[in-house]
């Protein structure tokens, strides 16, 4: 059934066709619409589950850890100031190994106070021990979410299912919506191997001493990078009973490229619009995208760019006083390969900032540049910036 | 021990081997809360004493289903509980939250003014060690007026706590929670009695537990019981309940003892002038008339 829907109703309508049992959310710009469908849903009785209005994002996620550690299924969405003040139970959900579903709907942080869309929130807890995916379209928003259930409920751990703020949240599109049945085969009902019972009781989230701790870290870095693979069965098997797939990375036009773009989310539909431009005048250019940020696919990284002579980095976010973290972590995948391509970094799209055809083309055409002198003078850039304001030269 | 009171069941659901302190008055509060709640509750716990003392990995002294997953959330990860056991459809099983004061009356208050505000099926503990113990004796909002902490030293312009206990009792019945009691680790059927009422009302219950901190309050160990019993006996700790709205004292102290018995035992006080000790006494005499104890 074709239904055009915005980011946000497809979360929430990802959410439902998942079955969740618990929903606890907290309401914040721009991810308020999902709590409001969910919360319609519940009342018109579509959805059987509980739905709590709690009252902060630390909660949300703290009452879905309960809800899941008593083999709930639970679910809870957020953005931007809501992730930060959840963060610490994100690092928690991990650690407790509960396969909670988080979607996220990108939002700068503040200060200043901006509710627009970039990345820097869920880039900002990449650590967390939660799988994290982004989605270019809302399409692949509805499909990650029923996807990220089977993920999280196979190897015990939260996922994180992210949608640029407005861009996707806000913007209507025609969505494949699966039938409910069919949902339900690909996704049987949740069962946690060790719930919370009075008929077996367990202790869950005792004190980890330091004769301990590293190993419950290093099982939950297993689990993490198994994830790589599970992600990719999971894709498969949803790509053979609905028809889409999306894996690890999208490799657009790149096989034969000397520059190629990195992006992730939504701005990588905007790159693509470029590249094909480029294609028609004979120009080896391709894009690769990103879709499961953590586990990081570094190993197809380098696959997919190994070839290339210069990457351009296209990134809403910035690690302060270094690089975007995409930039960080694939110029880290190629640590210690021989050939590597040139890198470069290009800051964009900060706090809702429109990144324009123009400011694409800049990135590529230094990326072009490099791959033709050999040379990176400048590794981190910002685009669209208004230099003055910030005191650069050009 | 547990034969010599009637009607509290001798199976012990707090095992024994935890690292509590010698005469720690809150593991024996935890003692009570299973012998009064039994097997079919899970427990949500803040950080804190209790915690850290009984579930060193690999060990646990929980009998029952327990879960830790953070300092301020025990409330709000108990709502979870509830939520989840509802969805499933599991009846019978009380969600039950423990916290220290602080985890109770600074840090965790917000997530359970929360729980209490919706309506959740949770019964609430909070055992009141009157400090951050597990870190060392920091004051709380639960400290008492007067008291030395490590962060309010006798120095030579402060001496000690200046501030009034935070009456979290109240602020929880404001809410308008249907059940609300205080108890004292020296009261133990009076504090079993108040559990059990407490979990089988079906929505937000409230139970605050009076226990002595041996190292942080400057005990000896084997007074916990008699410190205890002499905060009630002087009035400085009161035995109520707040049933649907209406307070009721569940003991009446016979002949008030002054407040100086109960602080002379204790080297948290030990700086307090006879000014400070009858400010004190001040303070309580206005509490007592206030909840109709001469």
């Known amino acids: 059934m074709r239904q055009v829907l915005t980011g946000n109703e497809v979360a929430a309508l990802g959410a439902k066709l998942a079955r969740v049992n618990v929903i606890a959310a907290y ?32 909660s949300a996620l703290s009452a ?4 899941s550690a008593v083999g709930a299924r639970a679910f809870t969405a957020t953005s931007s100031q809501g992730l930060m003040l959840m963060s610490e139970m994100l690092f928690i959900a991990a650690g407790l190994r ?42 692949e928003v509805l499909d990650s979410i029923i996807q990220a259930y089977r993920v999280a409920e196979e190897l015990l751990l939260p996922v994180m299912v992210c949608y640029d703020g407005f861009i996707l949240s806000h913007t209507a599109e025609p969505i494949e919506v699966p039938e409910q049945a069919e949902v339900d085969k690909f996704l049987p009902p949740y069962e946690h191997p060790h719930p919370l019972d009075p008929e077996k009781p367990v202790t869950m989230g005792p004190m980890g001493v330091p004769e301990y701790y590293e190993e419950f870290r290093c099982m939950l870095q297993q689990a993490m990078c198994a994830a790589k693979e599970k992600l990719v069965g999971v894709d498969r098997e949803f790509g053979k009973r609905f028809g889409r797939r999306y894996g690890l990375l999208e490799q657009y036009r790149s096989d034969d490229a000397d520059v190629l773009l990195l992006t992730a989310g939504s701005l990588s539909s905007s790159a693509k619009e470029l590249i094909d431009r480029y294609r028609k005048r004979g120009e080896r250019v391709g894009l690769v995208k990103v879709r499961a940020y953590r586990p990081f696919p570094a190993e197809e990284l380098v696959e997919a760019l190994g070839h290339a002579k210069a990457v351009a980095v296209l990134e809403k976010d910035i690690s302060l006083g270094w690089a975007g973290a995409l930039f960080t972590d694939v110029s880290a995948a190629f640590v210690n390969v021989k050939k590597a391509p040139l890198m470069m970094d290009f800051i964009c799209g900060l706090g809702g900032r429109d990144v324009s055809q123009l400011q694409i083309r800049e990135a590529l055409r230094a990326a072009a540049r490099a791959a033709e002198t050999g040379e990176v003078r400048r590794p981190v850039h910002w685009l669209g910036l208004r230099e003055k304001i910030v005191g650069l030269g050009v | 021990m547990t034969a010599a009171l009637p009607g509290i069941p001798e199976e012990e659901l707090v095992a024994p081997g935890h690292r509590a302190c010698a005469g720690c ?46 300092f301020e959330n025990a409330a709000a990860t108990a709502s979870g509980i509830a939520a989840g056991l509802k969805a499933m459809g599991r009846e019978g099983v009380k969600s039950v939250a423990i916290a220290g004061d602080g985890g109770t009356a600074d840090i965790g208050l917000q997530a359970l003014s929360g729980m209490v505000e919706r309506g959740d099926n949770v019964l609430f503990i909070c055992y009141d060690n009157e400090a951050y113990q597990n870190t060392g004796i920091q004051r709380s909002g639960a400290t008492p007026f007067g008291a030395w902490t490590t962060t309010t030293p006798i ?15 109240a602020i929880i019945a404001a809410h308008g929670a249907p059940y609300v009691a205080t108890a004292s680790v020296a009261y133990p059927l009076d504090f079993i009695k108040k559990l059990q009422k407490a979990a089988a009302i079906e929505g937000p219950t409230y139970i605050h537990v009076h226990a002595p901190c041996t190292p942080g309050w400057r005990i000896e160990n084997n007074k916990t019981i008699e410190v205890a019993r002499l905060a009630v006996l002087t009035g400085a700790w009161v035995l109520y309940e707040i049933e649907d709205g209406k307070f009721k004292l569940t003991f009446k102290p016979p002949k008030r003892r002054p407040v100086a018995d109960y602080l002379k035992l204790q080297g948290r006080f030990r700086h307090l002038t006879d000014e400070e000790i009858a400010e004190i006494q001040r303070m309580v005499d206005e509490q007592c008339k206030r909840v109709g104890i001469e």
């Open chain 2, 25 to 70: 008055g809150c593991i024996l509060a935890m003692r009570y809360v299973l012998k009064a709640l039994g097997k079919n509750i899970t427990v949500s716990m803040a950080t804190g004493c209790m915690e850290v003392v009984t579930t060193p990995y690999p060990e646990t002294s929980w009998r029952v289903p327990w879960i830790h997953s953070a």
């Open chain 1, 98 to 139: 509960l396969p909670i579903v988080v979607a996220n709907a990108n939002r700068a942080l503040s200060a200043p106070l901006n509710i627009w869309c970039d990345q820097q929130d869920s880039f900002a807890v990449r650590d967390s021990g939660c799988v994290q995916i982004y989605c270019e379209d809302n399409q």
């Open chain 1, 27 to 58: 309401p914040i710009t721009p991810q308020t619409a999902v709590v409001e469908k969910l919360a319609e849903f519940v009342a018109d009785g579509e959805l059987d589950a509980e739905f709590m209005k709690v009252e902060s994002e630390h």
């Open chain 1, 64 to 67: 879905c850890i309960g809800a």
């Open chain 2, 155 to 169: 120095g030579k312009v402060k001496r000690g706590e200046d501030r009034p206990k935070k009456d979290i009792p």
